[in-house]
């Protein structure tokens, strides 16, 4: 397993919308978590959103409702839709892929939110 590649991320108005895109090297069967994180400046990185490989989903409070984490038709892709954006949800995302035998981040793609 390498390191997974994020893209997607870009500058847009808020109430705008951005789809992230993470993909996966290896076996889809030794894939067991796929999950996005966020860093703003000066904080924490924080969980936004994960999916495991049975499919169950789950998200942060703050983008619950607005946020969708899907995989892709190879299960080695996920995607993070992200809707109705905020100045707030500016910061680099990161995808974080987990193996039978360890995780692996990706280099991080930015995402601008102008007001």
């Known amino acids: 397993q390498v390191q997974p590649v994020e893209s997607g991320g870009g500058l847009v108005q808020a109430g705008g919308s951005l789809r992230l895109s993470c993909a996966a090297s290896?076996?889809?069967?030794?894939?067991?978590?796929m999950g996005w994180y966020r860093q703003a400046p000066g904080k924490q990185r924080e969980w936004v959103a994960g999916?495991?490989?049975?499919?169950?989903?789950n998200y942060a409070d703050s983008v619950k409702g607005r946020f969708t984490i899907s995989r892709g038709n190879a299960e080695n892709t996920v995607y993070l839709q992200m809707n109705s954006l905020k100045p707030e949800d500016t910061a680099v995302y990161y995808c974080?892929?987990?193996?039978?035998?360890?995780?692996?981040w990706g280099q991080g793609t930015q995402v601008t939110v102008s007001s």
């Open positions: 974080n892929v987990q193996y039978q035998t360890g995780g692996f």
């Open positions: 290896g076996s889809i069967f030794s894939i067991t978590y």
């Open positions: 999916i495991n490989r049975g499919g169950s989903t």
